[in-house]
Nanobody, 123 residues
Framework: VQLQAFGGGLVQAGDSLRLSCTAS????????IGWFRQAPGQEREFVAG???????RYADSTKGRFTISRVSALNTVYLDMNNLQPEDTAVYYC??????????????????WGQGTLVTVSS
């Protein structure tokens, strides 16, 4: 499975943005999905994840501001980001996994990384 993330852009602090993640040729509902981000000079970090059963998990830094959701009919997973802050600036990626809820934050368990989408938050 190869995923594609899109929807990034330049926003101001406090704004909202929705990212989308799609896959060609595969049904995303058969997989768990994770969103990760990577800022310049930093490691790729977990943002949010959803397992195949629909259970969600968030990083402490995004809990309460970001929401991961899935629309199976569109074969799309979304990341709704509210109250964006400059520290949210990064390239955002989505990937698939078949891991359990407690391991959704482990990027080593994901595959299908595609090109990410850049989110830039100005202060």
């Amino acid at each position: 499975v190869q995923l594609q993330a899109f929807g990034g852009g330049l926003v101001q602090a406090g704004d909202s943005l929705r990212l989308s993640c799609t896959a060609s040729g595969r049904t995303l509902r058969n997989f768990g999905i994770g969103w990760f981000r990577q800022a310049p000079g930093q490691e790729r970090e977990f943002v949010a994840g959803m397992n195949q059963s629909g259970s969600r998990r968030y990083a402490d830094s995004t809990k309460g501001r970001f929401t991961i959701s899935r629309v199976s009919a569109l074969n799309t997973v979304y990341l709704d980001m509210n109250n964006l802050q400059p520290e949210d600036t990064a390239v955002y990626y989505c990937a698939v996994t078949q891991t359990i809820w407690s391991s959704l934050d482990d990027r080593r368990l994901y595959t299908g990384w595609g090109q990410g989408t850049l989110v830039t938050v100005s202060s």
